[in-house]
C-alpha cells in the first residue's frame, strides 16, 4: 500500500511569505507527527495529532507554526513571516493505533529553503 | 523523561568490514528502542526495534542491534559492510506504547570506503 506522502518535495520562499506544507498519512492511521530537521541536528519534534485534536505542541518553536488535522487524514503545517532560521527538512510520520508499540512510518519529507 | 546517545557523529569503515554504530538511551520505564536510516535526500526507514521480546534484535540488511539494559545501550552492527550502507543512522526511543513523539539522537554519519 502508499506510505506516508508529503508535498511540495521541495519549496523555496523569501523570507517573509507564508508557507504550507502538506502530509498524507497511510490509510488507517489516526495518529500523526511533525518533526523538523535541520542541518546537522537531529530530528526535533514538533506537534503530534490524534484523529483532528493536537493534545502535544510543545514542540511547535514560535506562534508563528501552526497545524491542523482534518478528516482525521490529511494535515497541514503552515509557516508565516517565514524567517531564514526555518530552513530545514520538514518530515511527517504517522501511526497506526492499536500497536502495542510506537513505531512510525515516516515520509520523504519537505526540504523548505528560506532565502 | 527519555534521551539518547549517539557516541559518534561520524564512523568511517572499509567496505567487507564490520559495523559499529553505538548508543546509549536514558529512560524512566523500560523503552521501546529504534534505528532508522537516512540515504541521502531520502526519507527514514526503519532498521529494526527493539520491543523488549528478544534482546538481539535483526533487522534489515543485515543489520542487528543488541539491548543490554545493564549498559543502557543498544549498539548497531553489521558483519560486513557494503558501499550501500553509506547513509546516516538514528537510534531513537519511546515509551513503550502510547502516542507519544519519538526522540532521535543527533545521527551517525556512515562512510563505507571501497
Known amino acids: 500500500g502508499a506510505g506516508v506522502s508529503q508535498s511540495p518535495s521541495n519549496k523555496v520562499t523569501e523570507k517573509g511569505k507564508d508557507v504550507e506544507l502538506r502530509c498524507d498519512p497511510i490509510s488507517g492511521h489516526t495518529a500523526l507527527y511533525w518533526y523538523r530537521q535541520s542541518l546537522g541536528q537531529g530530528l526535533e519534534f514538533l506537534i503530534y495529532f490524534q484523529g483532528n485534536s493536537a493534545p502535544d505542541k510543545s514542540g511547535l518553536p514560535s506562534d508563528r507554526f501552526s497545524a491542523e488535522r482534518t478528516g482525521g487524514s490529511v494535515s497541514t503545517l503552515t509557516i508565516q513571516r517565514t524567517q531564514q532560521e526555518d530552513s530545514a527538512v520538514y518530515l511527517c510520520a504517522s501511526r497506526r493505533q492499536g500497536y502495542s508499540y510506537n513505531e512510525q512510518f515516516f515520509g520523504p519529507g519537505t526540504r523548505l529553503t528560506v532565502l | 523523561a527519555q534521551s539518547v546517545t549517539q557516541l559518534d557523529s561520524h564512523v568511517s569503515v572499509s567496505e567487507g568490514t564490520p559495523v559499529l554504530l553505538r548508543c546509549n538511551y536514558s529512560s524512566s520505564y523500560s523503552p521501546s528502542l529504534f534505528w532508522y536510516v537516512q540515504h541521502p535526500n531520502k526519507g527514514l526507514q526503519l532498521l529494526l526495534k527493539?520491543?523488549?521480546?528478544?534482546?538481539l534484535v535483526k533487522g534489515i540488511n543485515g543489520f542487528e542491534a543488541e539491548f543490554k539494559k545493564s549498559e543502557t545501550s543498544f549498539h548497531l552492527t553489521k558483519p560486513s559492510a557494503h558501499m550501500s550502507d553509506a547513509a546516516e543512522y538514528f537510534c531513537v526511543v519511546s515509551p513503550p506504547s502510547g502516542n507519544t513523539p519519538l526522540v532521535f539522537g543527533k545521527g551517525t554519519r556512515l562512510s563505507v570506503i571501497a
Open positions: 527493539y520491543t523488549s521480546a528478544a534482546t
